[in-house]
């Protein structure tokens, strides 16, 4: 039986805008790696209009409302929870607006538009948006989780890179700060309200991004570490000497890397016979410079071999110099190693890049103390003090069933990260249902308050998405 909130939004944004046939909803209903609930409806506006007037009828209904981009968060924030009684509200039709301003190096840009829809307009002018990652989120998604990608390093996260927002209000109201200026000191900011808060606080409809000049060449190395200390020295030698053209530091341990290569056949692996040395450094550097007036290939080679002859240098076990997309062909298989070796957990946690090395050696030493049939698979963006920490194990080497092991493992890395290195239990993922008893835990009571006092003004009758943060 069609629902009245159904026939009203038909009404308001067309037949085709709304699907509530069961096998029409499937794909809205389960996120990437977490996440699955059952949908009232899905409601798919085109305009932010639309968005708006979807907002409002939702609210007259009384009909919980979950914003949904690309659905490639990794959180379980994109979908319904399991009630039945959620509506998802799709931003995929919302994507027509594309424009760009060359000369001020900005794109104003629909909150549904694809980060791969936004670069192939962007190439156009020899500019692209600078976050990279191995998915194809939406704009309005990679704000609400402040998506951080590989080379944050060079260009930072979502949030540094934006400029102005458009957003739907629960009361069906839009808020235009469509700034364009990268200087505007004129009282609140309020875009940042949206940003990272996983669309607790309106949908983002709209969104002024400032965009970068493509590099015309790019270098890297794969570089061999016989400790996490020893790439830390790297990182700190790479970063005085190369600073301006430094894009790329992912560290990967060789317990991530060993599967790598056991899985895939196709990818040459360097180390050939010899086992993967206790971290792999894949290091990028890129440069608008033509390479006639710099050769990038030839300064990094340099620079390395000037490493190797310092004290530190010591520690490096090999050094690789090859095509950017080779390594990054690797870094990208490791999820995919991990999930053929057995049963993964894993961890997206920062820590002070100063104390990367010592967490990961700690959360070692506690593993192999107290679970040591787990493996710990660490990699990650180690130039941002972001470590992917993936745990593995097999279920028939395990004392205990997972659903019992899984609480316990991050009840011990998260305290051992957020209280014992002063770091952060969701590096760049966000909050969501999956984190969303760490949240609890872990946030200072006055941030909660303030986070629930904007939450109440802005959506007083708590109908937006299914993270909690008050
Ligand atoms: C293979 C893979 C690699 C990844 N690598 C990285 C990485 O390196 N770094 C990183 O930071 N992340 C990474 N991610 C995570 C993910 O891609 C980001 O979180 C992404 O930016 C989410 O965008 P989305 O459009 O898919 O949003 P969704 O997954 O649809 O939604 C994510 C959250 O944003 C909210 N939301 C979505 N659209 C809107 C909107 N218009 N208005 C308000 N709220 C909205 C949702 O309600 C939900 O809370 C990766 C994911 C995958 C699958």
Redesign the pocket.
């Known amino acids: 039986m069609t629902s009245p909130l159904a026939a009203e939004l038909r009404h308001l944004l067309g037949d085709d805008a709304v699907l509530t046939e069961p096998d029409d909803l499937v794909r809205y209903q389960e ?3 977490y996440g699955k609930g059952v949908a009232l409806l899905a409601v798919r506006p085109s305009t932010p209009e639309q968005v708006a007037a979807t907002l409002a009828a939702c609210r007259a209904a009384g009909v919980a409302v ?10 379980g ?2 979908t319904p929870d399991a009630s039945g009684r959620m509506a998802v509200l799709s ?1 995929e039709r ?1 994507n027509k607006r594309l424009e760009i301003d060359p000369v001020n190096r900005t794109a104003r840009v629909d ?2 538009v ?2 791969s829809a936004l670069n192939a307009a962007l190439a156009e002018h020899g500019l692209m948006f600078p ?20 080379r944050l390093l060079k260009y930072g ?2 949030r540094h890179n934006l400029l102005g927002i458009e ?1 739907a209000l629960a009361d069906g109201t839009v808020l235009e700060a469509m700034n364009q200026l990268r200087k505007n000191n004129t009282g609140l900011d309020a875009k940042q309200l ?1 940003v990272g808060t ?3 606080l ?4 709209g969104a002024v991004v400032q965009v970068v000049p493509v590099p015309g060449q790019r270098a890297a190395a794969l570089v061999g570490c016989a400790s996490g200390e020893a790439a830390l020295a790297l990182l700190r030698a790479l970063e005085r000497d190369l600073a301006d053209v430094f894009t790329a530091f992912e560290a990967i341990s060789a317990e991530a890397m060993g599967p790598v290569f056991k899985h895939h056949d196709q990818l040459r692996n360097p180390f050939g016979a010899a086992p993967p040395p206790a971290y792999s450094v894949l290091v990028e550097l890129a440069s608008t410079l033509p390479a006639t007036a710099l050769d990038l290939p030839a300064l990094l080679e340099e620079r390395l071999g000037a490493f190797l002859e310092t004290e530190s240098g010591e520690a490096i076990t090999d050094v690789f110099m090859g095509k950017p997309e080779d390594f990054w062909a690797i870094r ?1 298989h490791i ?1 995919e190693g991990l999930r053929a070796e057995g049963k993964v957990l894993a961890f997206d946690i920062s820590v002070p890049r100063s104390r990367m090395a010592a967490f990961t050696a700690a959360a070692r030493a506690l593993l192999a103390a107290e679970f040591p049939f787990v493996r710990c698979c660490d990699f990650g ?1 180690w130039g941002d003090g972001g470590t992917h920490l993936n745990l593995v194990w097999t279920e028939a080497g395990a004392p205990i069933p997972a659903a019992e092991l899984v609480p316990v493992l991050q009840a011990r890395i998260y305290d051992l990260a957020v209280k014992g290195f002063e770091g952060s239990y969701s ?4 909050v ?1 249902p999956h984190n969303q008893r760490f949240y609890e835990a872990y946030t200072p009571a006055a941030v909660k308050a303030v986070s629930g006092a904007i939450k109440a003004h802005l959506d007083p009758d708590g109908l937006l ?3 909690r943060l008050s």
């Open positions: 996120g990437w790696r979950v914003p949904q981009g690309a659905n490639t968060g990794l959180v924030a994109s931003l919302l909150g549904g694809l980060l976050i990279d990652l191995g998915a194809d989120p939406t704009l309005g998604g990679m704000i609400a989780t402040n998506t951080g990608g590989t996260d979502v957003v949206f996983s669309g607790v309106g949908v983002i409809t990208h999820s963006h590096a760049e993922h966000g969501g998405g299914t993270t």
